[in-house]
């Protein structure tokens, strides 16, 4: 039997086995569903009656476990299945997340902060953060 740390949304244990929650399993089908007919992850999620946050829900519609595997029945279809991660895809390029890391953009902030020695000191921190702030001077170096 395999060790299960976690057990998607969708299914329960019983007896020692993974069993397809009907109900959440309906949810499920319907994120799928709902997703591949244009909502958003979140909107998808929404509209099947699942609480989650865009990480959360793409996990979802990438988990393999919902086709069926030695330890949990399938709650859906190969196709649907493909078909979501194909759109997941999709969109991805579209949008231009495409998987790729994005050059990191290096930015030059011409200042240079300098402080006045503090003489205060209060017991309440925000009024303390306050003074501090005050005593930054700051000059400004050109950029050539």
Do not use: C
């Not at 299914?11 to 709902?34: H, P, S």
């Not at 949008?95 to 402080?115: A, D, I, Q, W």
């Amino acid at each position: 039997m395999s060790r299960v740390e976690h057990i998607p949304y969708g299914y329960r244990i019983e007896n020692g086995k993974a069993a397809v929650d009907e109900t959440a399993a309906e949810q499920v089908r319907r994120l799928f569903e709902n997703y591949l007919s244009g909502d958003s992850l979140k909107k998808a999620a929404e509209n099947a009656g699942i609480t989650g946050n865009h990480g959360t829900i793409k996990l979802m519609l990438r988990n393999r476990r919902y086709l069926g595997d030695d330890f949990y029945p399938p709650i859906i279809s190969e196709e649907m299945f493909n078909a979501a991660a194909e759109e997941l895809q999709s969109r991805a390029e579209r949008l231009g997340r495409n998987g790729h890391v994005r050059k990191e953009r290096s930015v030059n902030v011409p200042v240079r902060f300098t402080f006045i020695s503090a003489e205060e000191y209060f017991e309440d921190p925000v009024q303390q953060a306050e003074y501090m702030y005050g005593l930054i001077k700051t000059e400004v170096t050109n950029i050539e």
